[in-house]
């Protein structure tokens, strides 16, 4: 899933995590009602989300699977805001983290 770009800053599980908590809270705050429907406030807070955990060459199913399935749904909810399902699903995900 992630990407090869060794470039990238790496994240340690903990800051990858912290990083998942902050924009579950924002996620939260902006409500997914405006989420859903306001591509503007939707594509700032799901790329912000998406992009540095696809950055993270660490991330894989086999040994960070919990994190791999957020990884996946911010990847999801980043191509298509309006998926409520996805949004709803990657906040649960992100609370087990």
Request: hydrophobic residues 35%.
């Amino acid at each position: 899933m992630c990407s090869s770009n060794s470039k990238y800053p790496q994240m340690t599980y903990k800051q990858a995590v912290e990083h998942c908590k902050y924009w579950a809270d924002q996620i939260r705050r902006d409500g997914l009602d405006l989420l859903t429907t306001d591509y503007g406030t939707a594509i700032g807070v799901s790329d912000q989300l998406a992009y540095p955990l696809e950055m993270q060459t660490w991330i894989n199913s086999k040994e960070y699977p919990l994190m791999y399935k957020v990884c996946v749904y911010a990847v999801t909810v980043d191509n298509d805001h309006t998926d409520r399902a996805s949004w709803e699903k990657l906040l649960e995900l992100i609370d087990k983290l």
